[in-house]
């Protein structure tokens, strides 16, 4: 069975940072590209960050603040999130895929809350 599990979400000040990782099992993690992608309340999904073999690319509102990075031996994807703002405030989720477009995208995590406040 393919899982994908997202975690480190939370409560953050603006300005501040947070962690998030998403463990994968039940298919060949290394073997795919990886997203993340967040949904705000009210709004439709949108691409956050991809990598693509060694390769990572980043929406322009996230460029410079964010860092995606993955770790296959222990099929974990992480989204390093700096510098937060409450435009970040999102439901976080991780998924197999890699187009902007969020075209053929497998498989989806259950998401993690994001919420930045003061």
């Known amino acids: 069975e393919v899982q994908l599990v997202e975690s480190g979400g939370g409560l953050v000040q603006p300005g501040g940072s947070l962690r998030l990782s998403c463990a994968a099992s039940g298919f060949t993690f290394g073997s795919y590209d990886m997203s993340w992608v967040r949904q705000a309340p009210g709004k439709g999904p949108e691409w956050v960050s991809a990598?693509?073999?060694?390769?990572?690319y980043y929406a322009d509102y996230v460029k410079g603040r964010f860092t995606i990075s993955r770790d296959n031996a222990k099929n974990t994807l992480y989204l390093q999130m700096n510098s937060l703002t409450p435009e970040d405030t999102a439901v976080y989720y991780c998924a197999t895929g890699a187009s902007p477009s969020l075209w053929g995208y497998d498989y989806w995590g259950q998401g993690t809350q994001v919420t930045v406040s003061s």
């Open positions: 990598i693509r073999g060694g390769t990572t």
